[in-house]
């Protein structure tokens, strides 16, 4: 089950690879607090790049602030009974606009942490090794 | 159960003691030296000036050269349990883990002392859990593909370990287990049929009530396990069966398990096709055993099949980078033949549980895991249309399609699939190539966040056991699967898989059952282990120190339940309630626990925690250096949460 959740989830965002350049409106500061009470971290990872669904190099649903409200929002109408890993929905009593856009002016802050692989003696050392084998 | 006349129960046995003790009082007191001293004391305080010459007995009294008085020896020269060790010993059971428990020290005792050498095949393995004794046979069936014992103590020991034997009887693993039942000790610790606590997650038990069956018992207990679908068996042995002395009891010539094959016929059809077939295909899933998987690497080889593997899931699969493994330069494929695995044309797939459940689920627990799934036979690899699994053990019908295969082929047909193989070879190297260089851009996301990816920690790791001979025995689903891209599982040991049924605190104890059999090969373990399954019985941990086994462990330390916790989140958003409180009863904070300071409390080195991705790579180096040395090595490491 959680296979093909993932997959409608990837779908259901979309993947798009350029960080989103639309204004902000929120307070990031406040936001990184948000970002964490409200457990965003959990799935998204500590700094948008890791988890079952980073944003850094995905961006999905946060290409401006009301594509990302609109989504948080719309999550009700999807969102089974069963329990899952699926994005929850947060409606606008238990978020409400200003502190979501708070969220989304720190998730924004996002960058990716990572140097090419060139520059990463691990990871070019698979590959290396793996070019090297005997066929 | 009624006792033999040699029968030497608890009762028996202190009722024996106390007359011997009586008996031995009575000959001290009948002794000249007592008279002597009776004679000595007596003589005090008489007229008597001087002390009379001393005796002979009173010279060799103080001269120290006094013999104790002859008793006689109890005359139990072969216990039952000395039969029941040297039956396991020629199983090949290396061996037996077990919290200490107050029914089978007979047995214990037998495994310790008996033999020579002694405490050798098998080794008595001290646990701190039931639960852990039989996850750490469950991890060694695994590595192995064969079982080893675990030793539970009545009641109490069977219900500590029930779990575990729920989940290798799901995982369909191998394990020979006894228990303990001695009806004279504690009660509430013995009952009329142990066994039916388990019996609708084990594959077949028996309470033997001879020595001669308790023998028997052993045998068949062994041949159930690792006949498909190979599962855990349980033996309960009586006091009396492991204590009556047998002097005169020969040990049963053991009968090896038929394995169900494949008739000679279909063996010819599928040698026959999958020599004619232009480009034939081979879907391998998970063997029994190491020679299963060499077999199956010989058909491959003989017909020159590209074949899929399951090696990243788990263990006893096709060599993940055998140059025939992969998909091979034509995916088009005419002809293929599942071996545990679905297949176009043929597959054959050994019984599951289903073909025991009805038999042993006899309270109707019904698990629904055990029965065979709707789709089984459609998973595991791209084949449109499955055809009906053959009920047969794939791995003992290899011989006779790899006899049929060597028998049928001519000499036209060598060459092409010489050809046909070396085609594969590049293409398989290409795509895997290709497929790296795509994970490594998806792994290196978060490469220098703090605290650390979990991709990083398998990243960091792979280069510095690529040329070891390594087995990764924890499960890697909650880690990201990062293994599944990243390393090479060539080794029927290299991936031991999920848990089985999903059960927590089965990491830790898995990997020190795959070590002990790494330690005696040469190999090292890497446990890469979640936080919250290591607090299901970290006790496990001084077992790896106490017996020396090379296990690396790795902390995805979280510090949470993320799943749990996303789940909860997930059912407050559909309820309209906010998630802030999601992390009541799924978060390991306040205090966070210290796991270097942990594994130090068992006796284990280590370091941590480390958050800091650029300090990783050196600890790891340390920790193999120190598993290379004998000593387990633990590596706090504060992770992203998956």
Known sequence: ?135 | MAKSKNAVGRRGFLKNAAASAAGAAALVTSTPLAEAQSTAQGSRGSATPAAPPPTEQQIARDSGNVRPPAVEVRKNTRPGSDLQIQVLRDLGIEFAAANPGSSFEAFQESVINYGNPPNVMPEWITALHEESAVTMAHGYAKAEGKPMLAALHGTIGIQHAAMSIYQAYYDRVPIVMVAGNDADFIPAHTARDMASMVRSFTKWDAEPKTVEESLVALQRAYNEAITPPMGPTLVVLTSEVQKENSPNLQIPRYQPPAFPTIDSSTARDIAKNLLAAQNPRINVGRLRTPEGVKRSVELAELVGACTSTTATQGPMSFPQRHPLCGPGADTKYDYSLGLEAPGAQVAINGPGLAKVAEERDVTHIDFKGVKTPSNFGRGGGRVEKPALPIEADAEASLPLIIDEVKRQMTSDQKARIQERAAKHAKANHDAHVAALEQAVEQKKAGWNASPVSTARIYAELWPLIMNEDWCFASPSGFSGSHNAQLWEHNKPYSYLGGQGAGGMGYGAPACVGAALAAKARGRMVINIQTDGDLNYAPGVLWTAVHHKLPMLSVMHNNRAWHQEYMFVEYMAGVRGRGPERATIGNVLRDPFIDYTKMAAGYGMAGEGPISDPTKLQAALRRGIASVKRGEPYMIDVITQPR
């Open chain 1, 1 to 135: 089950m959680a296979k093909h959740l993932f997959v409608f989830v990837a779908l259901a965002v979309g993947l798009n690879a350029q960080a989103p350049t639309s204004p902000v409106t929120g307070n990031a500061a406040n936001g990184k607090t948000l970002y964490y009470d409200y457990g965003c971290y959990a799935c998204h990872g500590y700094s948008g790049e890791t988890g079952i669904r980073p944003f850094v190099g995905r961006w999905g649903h946060l290409g401006n602030e009301q594509e990302f409200l609109t989504f948080l929002r719309g999550r009700v109408n999807v969102a089974p009974v069963t329990p899952s890993g699926a994005m929850p929905n947060f409606s606008v009593e238990v978020l409400p606009d200003k502190k979501a856009k708070d969220i989304y002016a720190y998730i924004r802050t996002f960058k990716s942490s990572a140097p090419d692989v060139k520059d990463i003696p691990a990871l070019s050392a698979i590959v290396n090794a793996a070019k090297q084998e005997k066929q």
